[in-house]
């Protein structure tokens, strides 16, 4: 009789958990959803997702399921429904419909890092606008312009003097420190200096818990670049207290037009303003230094770019009226080799992963639902690019484009039917 009984409940069980399993692997949706796989009920397809590459090649995550399904398809990550496109007509249809079917969201590892809440993670659109407003202000084309040119080039020849006198060092991490101290100028002025030698490590492969498993225990990397956040949020945490008990001592940078605006804007809470500089500054630690790394390990394997890129910084040289003046503007809008060089770097670092939004309205992907826009699989993409992971920075003589990467404002290439759009993170 209890043989009958157990043998019941454990039938039961187990048809339970298959209807749970068959649940999660098919979700229901009101229209068609992409094909795919739910992966593991709870973890989904995490743990493939999060294996890193080591090639400059379309990560193996991605490449394998657009081969089997196609550009367009579904998974789990981190327990999330997401829907992953490197299709160029969604990801432009995407970008058009930001703020009325879908909006700004963040990986959850990103919003714990950054100390955001993970449950209301996604950005409201005034709040992004005013903030890449903000950041164009105080490091975009017309600031680079006036004083970021001057001020960068003074930094590059002090740093390649002190460089020099090295044995030996590693390119990555002194770019790295260069471009953090020329961001925290313009974002602290000189009171970053006041944060000790250190402050800057302290940003140190913070980016590496990013794409890692958001598991905040000992030993893990997530946890480690967490004590790293909380004590850089720290210092600048208190560096904003010093600000607005002493304001009148107006230094002009970013802080304190945050500080100032404050008084306006609701949003700017003390908590917001800390996150925003942390951010800023984490944006600098990686993004361009990763960017110039690749270009000189490009140009090192690849003589004759190098070769003509000397060349023609040669030619500017030469046609200086004073050889000992700082590099113009109008000096840099010529060097047109070296803008080809950049558009090649940049369609080959894949600076920018991937692009979160979330949908707010069922469309072909449930409301609610993460959408990865993948866009670097079209700059790798063979039949857009001929040999695309190799560099070849003639090949932008026949691409004729507006790509360009202003500082922390990145545009990124969708080709819609073989027409250039350039579209705004």
């Known amino acids: 009789m209890y043989g009958s009984v157990w043998l019941g409940v454990v039938t039961l ?40 590459s080591k090639s400059l090649d379309v990560p193996n995550f991605i490449k394998k399921r657009m081969k ?21 007509d969604f990801n432009y249809y995407i970008f058009q419909q930001e703020g009325k079917l879908v909006e700004l969201w963040y990986l959850d590892s990103f919003a714990k890092l950054v100390g955001l809440d993970p449950s209301s993670n996604a950005a409201t659109g005034y709040v992004h606008k005013y903030a890449r407003n903000l950041i164009l202000a105080y490091l975009g084309t017309e600031v680079l312009k006036d004083k970021l040119l001057y001020r960068a080039e003074g930094l590059i020849r002090t740093r390649l003097h002190d460089w020099s006198k090295l044995p030996a060092f590693e390119i990555k ?13 313009e974002v602290l ?19 590496q818990a990013l794409f890692s498993f958001p598991l905040n225990i000992p030993g893990t990397t997530f946890r480690e670049c967490l004590k ?24 002009g940078d970013l802080l304190d037009k945050l500080v100032d605006d404050a008084k306006i804007e609701k949003f700017l809470s003390d908590e917001y303003i800390v996150i925003f500089v942390f951010v800023i500054l984490l944006a600098s630690f990686e993004t361009i230094p990763l960017a110039t790394t690749l270009a000189l390990k490009c ?5 004759l770019a190098m070769q003509e890129l000397i060349e023609e910084h ?24 070296t803008h080809q060089v950049i558009n090649e770097t940049l369609r080959l670092a ?76």
């Open 189 to 207: 002025s000189d009171d970053f200096k006041k944060m000790g030698a250190h402050f800057s490590e302290k940003f140190a492969n913070i980016l």
């Open 173 to 185: 991490a002194c770019l790295s420190s260069m471009v953090f101290d020329l961001t925290a100028m």
């Open 13 to 52: 069980f187990i048809a339970g958990i298959t209807h749970w399993v068959y649940k999660w692997r098919n979700p229901k949706c009101n229209g068609k959803l992409p094909p795919g796989s739910m992966g593991l009920p709870l973890i989904g397809e995490t743990i493939q997702f999060f294996i890193p």
């Open 228 to 251: 790293n956040q909380k004590e850089a949020k720290r210092l600048i945490r208190d560096l904003l207290k010093e600000r607005k008990v002493s304001f009148e001592s107006c230094k």
């Open 350 to 425: 894949n600076i920018v992963p991937g692009i979160l939004r979330r949908a707010i309205k069922d469309i072909q992907v449930n409301a609610g639902w993460i959408i990865l826009l993948y866009p670097a699989a079209l700059q790798l993409d063979p039949n857009t690019f001929t040999d695309p992971l190799t560099f070849n920075p003639w090949r932008w003589k026949v691409f004729i484009t507006i790509f360009l990467m202003q500082k922390y404002h990145i545009f990124i290439l969708i080709f819609k039917n073989k027409k250039v759009v350039v579209s705004s993170i």
């Open 314 to 337: 040669e030619a500017i040289l030469k046609n200086k009226e004073n050889p000992n003046s700082g590099i113009s503007w109008k000096e840099y809008k010529s060097m047109t080799f």
């Open 68 to 88: 089997k399904y196609g550009p367009l398809f579904c998974t789990n990550l981190v327990g999330r429904p997401v829907v992953v496109s490197s299709d160029p």
């Open 299 to 303: 140009l090192t394997e690849h003589p």
